[in-house]
């Protein structure tokens, strides 16, 4: 299973913007459906965005579609999320994931997928 770890989690204010990067290591990420998943507390953790094997059709949540953008960088073997016009909603843990098939709206399959451990993310008004 690929390992993964993210980074660029911070405190921003209102209409500002973050990127968040999530490092593979052990496999490739262009083999893998990748996506972005964000938990807050008493919620389940719920998809964000995310990107096919082939990368060519990725999906938004309609909460963040117009100001999110999922993409990689295969020569890095990384995983970014740009988060741009931030709101105080988007305040959350988020956690990227990997999987060789599919991603659901729940995460990977627990034997073959893999979570990174979080990143916060907190955006004040």
């Known amino acids: 299973q690929v390992q993964l770890k993210e980074s660029g989690g911070g405190s921003v204010q209102a209409g500002g913007s973050l990127t968040l990067s999530c490092a593979a290591s052990?496999?490739?990420?262009?083999?893998?459906?990748l996506g972005w998943y964000r938990q807050t507390p008493g919620k389940e953790r719920g998809l964000v965005a995310s990107l096919n094997r082939s990368g060519t059709t990725p999906y938004y949540a309609f909460s963040v579609k117009g100001r999110f953008i999922i993409s990689t960088d295969n020569a890095k073997n990384t995983l970014y999320l740009q988060m741009n016009s931030l709101k105080p909603e988007d305040t959350a843990l988020y956690y990227c994931?990997?999987?060789?098939?599919?991603?659901?709206?729940?995460?990977?399959?627990?034997?073959?997928?893999?979570w990174g451990q979080g990143t916060q993310v907190t955006v004040s008004s």
């Open positions: 052990g496999r490739t990420l262009s083999n893998y459906a």
């Open positions: 994931a990997a999987d060789p098939d599919h991603l659901s709206r729940l995460g990977p399959r627990p034997d073959v997928g893999s």
